[in-house]
């Protein structure tokens, strides 16, 4: 580590605590926990439970930087010990390592910075046109979602899926539990393209495949989201799929339309219709939260905005196996590792999109 590598190190800190608004949050986090002491604090159970999320989120973005500002600072210090003779070179660099490691992860997290970024996620995959191809493209796209998932500490939960006729699914619904989940998964909105050698076609012919995904923020208690109960539409019905007999014989699964926007939400995940219906119409607000926000984006600058939001919908990744390929067109981030990204290792597609998407907007 060179004297330069240190101060760069040190200036990146200093300008991300000041982004991060560090000594603000921390006296922000004196303030409100002084409020959880009150003995009326559960009075209002919503307030509490935004004021105790704030708090969370506060400390969150403080203790990572904590967390650097300590691994640069031992950088400092094992650098002036090698200047005195102690330590080694290879010691020092490790740690020079792991700081600027951890500056980076602040840097990149520097980007999730929209208060629907730190929600859950839902998040659906549609299959296009082509049949069993593009249900079995479907099913392979949910497969590496949930891999993803498991391997970054979410939980994740199925809440309504629809079968293909012969093979994969036509559609899933799934949401994603955990810190950060929709500003980490959004750049996944798109066409998403499969080329590959068709298991389906007994020439072995080469076939392109399309499913569609789309996320949205699963809104919580914290966010308010009105909605008239008279611009609301419900049918029951049956659900399907894995669950044993009970989803043959009841009418659980409810779909739910909110009339002035035309939105549906459906959830077959409960044994329970009650708590099907409070599952749909949470999936509504969240729909409807998004729809909100896409507004308040357009009208904030509309030029800038319609840079991303033209694209919406349209082909963002081409997953080409037989030329171990996946490109994102976007960011023009590629790899030859078809089978990891498959396994769910697609972090640095969204780290590449999240960092393009902050440049461009």
């Given at each position: 580590?060179?004297?330069?590598?240190?101060?760069?190190?040190?200036?990146?800190?200093?300008?991300?605590?000041?982004?991060?608004?560090?000594?603000?949050?921390?006296?922000?986090?004196?303030?409100?926990?002084?409020?959880?002491?009150?003995?009326?604090?559960?009075?209002?159970?919503?307030?509490?439970?935004?004021?105790?999320?704030?708090?969370?989120?506060?400390?969150?973005?403080?203790?990572?930087?904590?967390?650097?500002?300590?691994?640069?600072?031992?950088?400092?210090?094992?650098?002036?010990?090698?200047?005195?003779?102690?330590?080694?070179?290879?010691?020092?660099?490790?740690?020079?390592?792991?700081?600027?490691?951890?500056?980076?992860?602040?840097?990149?997290?520097?980007?999730?910075?929209?208060?629907?970024?730190?929600?859950?996620?839902?998040?659906?995959?549609?299959?296009?046109?082509?049949?069993?191809?593009?249900?079995?493209?479907?099913?392979?796209?949910?497969?590496?979602?949930?891999?993803?998932?498991?391997?970054?500490?979410?939980?994740?939960?199925?809440?309504?899926l629809q079968d293909g006729d012969v093979a994969g699914i036509k559609s899933v619904e799934m949401e994603v539990v955990?810190?950060?989940?929709?500003?980490?998964?959004?750049?996944?909105?798109?066409?998403?393209?499969?080329?590959?050698?068709?298991?389906?076609?007994?020439?072995?012919?080469?076939?392109?495949?399309?499913?569609?995904?789309?996320?949205?923020?699963?809104?919580?208690?914290?966010?308010?989201?009105?909605?008239?109960?008279?611009?609301?539409?419900?049918?029951?019905?049956?659900?399907?799929?894995?669950?044993?007999?009970?989803?043959?014989?009841?009418?659980?699964?409810?779909?739910?339309?909110?009339?002035?926007?035309?939105?549906?939400?459906?959830?077959?995940?409960?044994?329970?219709?009650?708590?099907?219906?409070?599952?749909?119409?949470?999936?509504?607000?969240?729909?409807?939260?998004?729809?909100?926000?896409?507004?308040?984006?357009?009208?904030?600058n509309k030029v800038e905005a319609s840079k991303m939001k033209n694209e919406w919908g349209s082909q963002i990744r081409?997953?080409?196996?037989?030329?171990?390929?996946?490109?994102?067109?976007?960011?023009?981030?590629?790899?030859?590792?078809?089978?990891?990204?498959?396994?769910?290792?697609?972090?640095?597609?969204?780290?590449?999109?999240?960092?393009?998407?902050?440049?461009?907007?």
């Open positions: 580590m060179t004297t330069d590598e240190l101060k760069s190190l040190q200036d990146r800190l200093s300008a991300l605590k000041t982004y991060f608004d560090v000594d603000n949050r921390l006296m922000q986090v004196e303030e409100k926990e002084q409020l959880t002491l009150n003995p009326k604090f559960w009075d209002d159970p919503k307030a509490a439970e935004s004021i105790l999320k704030e708090i969370k989120t506060h400390k969150y973005w403080v203790g990572i930087y904590q967390e650097a500002e300590r691994l640069v600072e031992d950088a400092a210090v094992m650098q002036e010990f090698l200047k005195e003779g102690e330590g080694t070179e290879e010691e020092v660099q490790a740690q020079y390592e792991s700081a600027l490691a951890k500056i980076d992860e602040m840097e990149f997290k520097s980007t999730l910075n929209k208060p629907e970024d730190e929600l859950n996620a839902i998040l659906q995959i549609n299959a296009g046109a082509g049949g069993t191809e593009s249900c079995d493209w479907s099913q392979m796209l949910q497969r590496m979602y949930t891999m993803w998932a498991e391997k970054n500490g979410f939980k994740y939960k199925i809440l309504n955990g810190d950060f989940a929709y500003g980490l998964l959004k750049g996944e909105n798109g066409v998403h393209r499969l080329v590959r050698i068709s298991p389906f076609n007994a020439q072995g012919k080469r076939m392109t495949s399309f499913s569609s995904v789309f996320v949205h923020p699963m809104v919580d208690d914290t966010i308010e989201v009105d909605i008239n109960p008279a611009d609301l539409e419900w049918d029951t019905f049956r659900a399907s799929g894995a669950g044993g007999q009970h989803v043959n014989k009841t009418e659980s699964a409810v779909r739910v339309r909110h009339l002035p926007t035309g939105l549906v939400a459906e959830c077959q995940e409960e044994r329970s219709q009650h708590m099907n219906r409070e599952k749909a119409l949470q999936m509504l607000r969240s729909r409807i939260y998004e729809m909100e926000l896409k507004k308040q984006e357009a009208e904030k081409s997953y080409v196996l037989d030329d171990r390929r996946v490109k994102d067109h976007r960011t023009n981030h590629q790899t030859s590792q078809t089978d990891k990204v498959l396994n769910g290792e697609i972090d640095d597609f969204l780290k590449a999109f999240l960092m393009y998407d902050k440049d461009v907007l």
